[in-house]
Each structure stands twice: as structure tokens, then as C-alpha cells.
């Protein structure tokens, strides 16, 4: 019973490559969600997906897009990193609104 | 845009000793969720107050709500060395949204 899991744990990339994150949950949750922690600024919501075929902008989506690809999965694209995309992220999931979310243990991604 | 801010930014304290963070926020809430945060790990919920409810006990933790004055404290009591962590608090505020929004952290060290 795995919960929800992120690969890469970490990756190195150069400014300008493109990288894509994944997330899986086995917890038949509806929604999912990706988040960014940088010091100091706790965590800031990239994209999130309420259900299966939906997806909306969070806080902070510039320079990343998204793909729900069934119930389980949940990707984060990178197309061009930059030095700024520097940071951990972490996918989350909740069943429904306003419930608790579920983490990963994060995506540690340093960008040359 | 920050709706939760905890306080203090961080905490020390001997174990055995209780441990108080305080959280406050901007808008009208449907209910608020503290976390826990390990180093190098993912978050971990912790417990959920409805905005009907004024205080929850879970173990070792008592949480208050005042929605008067847009409050909420997390009480550890008896703290031991594994409670170090960061701890946030996230509301989703009022409106349906699915989007929680969360503090920046108060750091706990429990020194043995």
C-alpha cells in the first residue's frame, strides 16, 4: 500500500531541458494536486486536478503544464527549466473537497 | 496569496515540555487542517477542525478554533524528541475552492 509515489526522488537538470514528474496514488482519491516548497515561502499550489479530465491553474503555474492522465496519475512537465524551477515538489491527493490531502515524500530538482 | 501564517516561525523546547504554534488567517473558512512535516519528507495530516467546532483532541494534540478572531492554535503536550518537525496549518477558504492554501511553518525542535 504504496500511498502516493514520486519519481524521480531527484533529478539535476540543465536551464533549458525539459523534464516531466510523475505522480501515482492507489488511494482512489478524485483529487490531485502539485505543490512547490522553497525556503521560506512554505508550499505554493503549481496545478491542481479536482477529478479525472480536469485540471486548473494554482498559485504558481508558469513554466509548468500538467496532464491527469487516468485516476491515478498525475504528471508535471517542465518544458524549459530554468534556475527559479529549483525546488522540491510534492504531489498530493484528497478524495474530495475540502478533505485532507495526502503527500509524497517529493521530487528534489536542481536546475543548472 | 497567503491565507494561513503560523507563529512562531520556530519553536525549541526540552522534551517533555508542551509545545504551542499558532495560526492565523484572512478569510472565512469551512475548515482548517494542520500538518506535519518530517525533514526531507512529505507533509502529514494531522487533524481537521470544522469551522462549527471550537476545539479536537487527537492523542497528544488539542487544536482550538476561534473564528471571531480568525485563529487557531496546535497544542502538543508532553513532546518527545520524534515530535520535531515543521508544523503548518491550511484552510481552504470559503467558496468551494479546492485549493488549500497553507502557512509557511513553524519549525519544533524537541531537545532530549
Known amino acids: 500500500n504504496a500511498g502516493v509515489t514520486q519519481t524521480p526522488k531527484f533529478q539535476v537538470l540543465k536551464t533549458g531541458q525539459s523534464m516531466t514528474l510523475q505522480c501515482a496514488q492507489d488511494?482512489?482519491?478524485?483529487?490531485m494536486y502539485w505543490y512547490r516548497q522553497d525556503p521560506g515561502m512554505g508550499l505554493r499550489l503549481i496545478y491542481y486536478?479536482?477529478?479525472?479530465?480536469?485540471?486548473d491553474k494554482g498559485e504558481v503555474p508558469n513554466g509548468y503544464n500538467v496532464s491527469r492522465l487516468n485516476k491515478r496519475e498525475f504528471s508535471l512537465r517542465l518544458e524549459s527549466a530554468a534556475p527559479s524551477q529549483t525546488s522540491v515538489y510534492f504531489c498530493?491527493?484528497?478524495?474530495?473537497?475540502?478533505?485532507?490531502?495526502?503527500f509524497g515524500d517529493g521530487t528534489r530538482l536542481s536546475i543548472l | 496569496s497567503q491565507q494561513g501564517e503560523e507563529d512562531p516561525q520556530a519553536l525549541s523546547i526540552q522534551e517533555g515540555e508542551n509545545a504551542t504554534m499558532n495560526c492565523s488567517y484572512k478569510?472565512?473558512?469551512?475548515?482548517l487542517q494542520w500538518y506535519r512535516q518530517n525533514s526531507g519528507r512529505g507533509l502529514v495530516h494531522l487533524i481537521l477542525?470544522?469551522?462549527?467546532?471550537r476545539e479536537k483532541h487527537s492523542g497528544r494534540l488539542r487544536v482550538t478554533l476561534d473564528t471571531s478572531k480568525k485563529s487557531s492554535s496546535l497544542l502538543i503536550t508532553a513532546s518527545r524528541a520524534a515530535d520535531t518537525a515543521s508544523y503548518f496549518c491550511?484552510?481552504?477558504?470559503?467558496?468551494?475552492?479546492?485549493?488549500?492554501?497553507f502557512g509557511k511553518g513553524t519549525k519544533l525542535t524537541v531537545n532530549p
Open positions: 491550511a484552510t481552504p477558504p470559503q467558496g468551494g475552492s479546492e485549493k488549500l492554501v
Open positions: 477542525i470544522r469551522s462549527n467546532e
Open positions: 498530493a491527493t484528497s478524495g474530495h473537497l475540502n478533505q485532507p490531502q495526502h
Open positions: 478569510t472565512s473558512i469551512n475548515n
Open positions: 488511494m482512489n482519491h478524485n483529487s
Open positions: 486536478s479536482a477529478s479525472e479530465g480536469t485540471t
